[in-house]
């Protein structure tokens, strides 16, 4: 049987653990060869053995995404290696510190924003010429539904995904009539991540989905055609 995603090039950012890792080795079972990136080595290759235990296919690429040069130096491997890139997965992300807006800490807003926003920016621009290579590049970018519903408290991390709804809304319109690539926005919604126990300490992490119910969700996106400008949310 044909898996939905034979021949396919795919980079997943904060593939180390949680959504990222999850939709990395969905993509993989499904065919595609995965490109996982996040800081921290030793947690990749756990990823990529798991990978490779189920029979796919993987390539780890530790790195700093606030580090442009590294981005780029990413993109001319991946240009060299394979010349392509199918899909695109932007995932990786810092929750900062919950306050009120007054209070919000200058540096640490500077360094949220300086992943959650211009490094996604960087990767876009770093990867454009090769998802426009594809023949038919998908970016997904996952959000939260505090970026287009203001929630007291959040201001830091929904200014900053509102930001990257609206980056990634804009380059899908620019490209969607000069190539096939093509862009979605997709909120996890409630997901037991590290993140979400970070925010909800008190929660019973039972209470919410896995992580790979989303990757699943993310797979099953990619696999059909969507129109760019697409919002997923993931129930559950």
């Given at each position: 049987m044909t898996?939905?995603?034979?021949?396919?090039?795919?980079?997943?950012?904060?593939?180390?653990?949680?959504?990222?890792?999850?939709?990395?080795?969905?993509?993989?079972?499904?065919?595609a060869h995965v490109i996982l990136t996040?800081?921290?080595?030793?947690?990749?290759?756990?990823?990529?053995d798991a990978i490779f235990n189920a029979g796919g296919n993987a390539t780890i690429a530790p790195l700093d995404l606030t580090d442009g040069d590294s981005i780029a130096r990413l993109a001319v491997a991946v240009t060299e290696r394979w010349g392509k890139l199918d899909i695109?997965?932007?995932?990786?992300?810092?929750?900062?510190?919950?306050?009120?807006v007054p209070a919000i800490d200058g540096a640490e807003f500077a360094r949220l924003f300086t992943l959650n926003v211009t490094a996604q920016?960087?990767?876009?621009?770093?990867?454009?010429?090769?998802?426009?290579?594809?023949?038919?590049?998908?970016?997904?970018?996952?959000?939260?539904?505090?970026?287009?519903?203001?929630?007291?408290?959040?201001?830091?991390?929904?200014?900053?995904?509102?930001?990257?709804?609206?980056?990634?809304?804009?380059?899908?319109?620019?490209?969607?009539?000069?190539?096939?690539?093509?862009?979605?926005?997709?909120?996890p919604g409630r997901t037991r991540t590290k993140m979400r126990a970070s925010a909800y300490p008190g929660e019973d992490p039972s209470t919410v989905k896995e992580p790979s119910v989303v990757a699943d969700a993310i797979c099953a996106l990619l696999a059909n055609e969507f129109?760019?400008?697409?919002?997923?949310?993931?129930e559950g």
């Open positions: 898996k939905a995603f034979a021949g396919k090039i795919a980079l997943v950012t904060g593939a180390s653990r949680g959504i990222g890792a999850a939709t990395a080795t969905a993509l993989a079972a499904q065919g996040a800081r921290t080595a030793k947690h990749l290759e756990a990823v990529e695109l997965v932007l995932n990786a992300a810092m929750l900062g510190t919950l306050s009120p920016q960087v990767m876009i621009a770093s990867f454009d010429a090769l998802l426009r290579k594809s023949e038919a590049g998908r970016l997904v970018a996952l959000t939260s539904s505090v970026g287009a519903n203001p929630r007291a408290f959040w201001g830091a991390y929904g200014a900053s995904k509102a930001a990257l709804e609206n980056l990634v809304e804009c380059y899908g319109d620019e490209v969607k009539n000069l190539s096939q690539v093509r862009t979605a926005i997709v909120d129109t760019t400008g697409h919002r997923l949310v993931v």
